[in-house]
């Protein structure tokens, strides 16, 4: 498991006292009280005790507890409707530029308490991930790949297991890249692909005279460095700081049989590389702070990942190197940015812009009009900003 150290739990069962691993991949910490849960439990007593903090063990049916956290969540979207805003509860989109970030915010509040009261749903588990429930699935292979090997029971929420189970189908049929005509096999705690009009400016932008190297930092799936690799470049050198990234990546590259990328496990840049004709960084869009290691790959807390790369991305570009970062403007729209702002970064990097390539938001959000920040979502612009150091140019 990633989990850097062990965390125990201590409960009453049938008053035994039980001092049980508990399993967290959404940093919740273990729970405080746990009352014991079955078939006869109602959506509304579940609901109540979630609210008040109480964790809930499920001995009853696998298939029921499923059943009952589609109606706690039911229950929480209900409760969400009456908490976002007048405006979105008049179901028309949010214009004002003074409430935007406001909403953001309320809903980034909103999704961390729905995160907290659905996680109090608890499974136990025998060593190897083994369930005892009536009509429970086979557990072991999805959990292993998502959690590592496990020698002792231990306590998980159903939510993060269902997140297990996801990552497994996610593993097993991928994700369709239509543009390269092929799918990228997403890890459990690894972003999955599933927007990629940005795959589109990556197959269009003008490869720099000489592309012998390039470095793709924070490859997450390998897809960027699969793109660069596809397109001719002949060393690619990717880096990441997540160990599942990593092991995600070498196994798309392995599947798609491409030889010439070179994984490296660093906070950014490779080290003991020479200088790359091409830097390429997707890095995450949105200056918030991530609730959970899951969600590292949108949220980038005060665009410190942003930020660090352009800092130090000069010094390891060839003469005539280009930089190409993949970077949606939605931020700008929230408020969360300014335009001003991301040039002014790159200025202060000794960085120009040499040309830039856009590309509209395809994905349902945008479409969505009762969404509250549709007016947002729909303005959005993902762009390539080709990039050149000014003292190497």
């Known amino acids: 498991m990633l989990q850097t150290e062990k965390q125990y739990v201590q409960w009453q069962d049938n008053g035994i006292t039980r001092n049980t691993l508990w399993l967290s991949e959404s940093n919740q910490p273990p729970p405080a009280r746990i009352v014991m849960v079955d078939d006869q439990t109602t ?3 579940a609901y109540r005790f979630a ?7 499920w001995r009853g049916d ?3 507890a499923r059943q009952l956290l589609q109606a706690l969540t039911r229950r929480i979207e209900r409760t969400e409707q009456r908490k976002i805003s007048k405006a979105a509860k008049s179901g028309k989109p949010v214009t004002d530029s003074a409430v935007i970030p406001n909403i953001f915010h309320q809903q980034r509040l909103v999704q961390a308490q729905r995160a907290r009261v659905l996680s109090r749903l608890l499974l136990e588990l025998d060593a190897g991930y083994v369930s005892r429930l009536r009509r429970a699935p086979e557990l072991s292979a999805a959990c292993t ?3 590592g090997e496990l020698d002792e029971s231990c306590l998980i929420s159903f939510r993060d297991l269902q997140g297990a189970l996801g990552a497994a189908q996610w593993r097993e049929k991928g994700v369709p890249i239509n543009a390269l005509e092929l ?3 997403p890890h459990y ?3 999955a692909p599933t927007r990629h009009e940005y795959v589109q400016l990556l197959l269009d932008a003008a490869l720099p005279d000489q592309h012998e190297l390039a470095f793709d930092i924070g490859t997450g799936t390998g897809l960027l460095a699969v793109i660069l690799a596809q397109r001719g470049v002949k060393q690619v050198v990717a880096t990441d700081l997540n160990p599942r990234a990593l092991a995600c990546a070498a196994d798309n590259l392995q599947r798609l049989e491409l030889t010439s990328v070179e994984l490296q496990q660093a906070d950014l840049f490779p080290t003991q590389q020479p200088l790359a004709n091409l830097i390429v960084c997707n890095p995450p869009w949105l200056p918030a702070k991530p609730s959970s290691p899951l969600e590292y790959a949108v949220y980038d807390a005060k665009s410190a990942m942003l930020r660090g790369f352009l800092q130090g991305v000069g010094k390891h570009l060839a003469p005539h190197g280009e930089v190409w970062l ?3 403007d939605l931020a700008e729209h929230l408020q969360l940015r300014t335009r001003e702002e991301l040039l002014g970064w790159f200025a202060e990097a000794g960085l120009a812009v040499k040309y830039r390539l856009d590309t509209q ?3 349902g959000r945008s479409q969505d009009k009762s969404d509250p920040l549709y007016a947002a979502r729909s303005a959005e612009v993902t762009s390539l900003w080709c990039l050149i150091c000014v003292g190497k140019n």
């Open 361 to 363: 938001p395809k994905h």
């Open 51 to 57: 609210c008040e903090g109480t964790s809930m063990l």
């Open 145 to 147: 790949a998502a959690f």
């Open 189 to 191: 705690g690894v972003f």
């Open 62 to 64: 696998f298939h029921n």
């Open 326 to 328: 993949i970077l949606s």
């Open 183 to 185: 799918s990228i096999f």
């Open 43 to 45: 959506a509304d007593e």
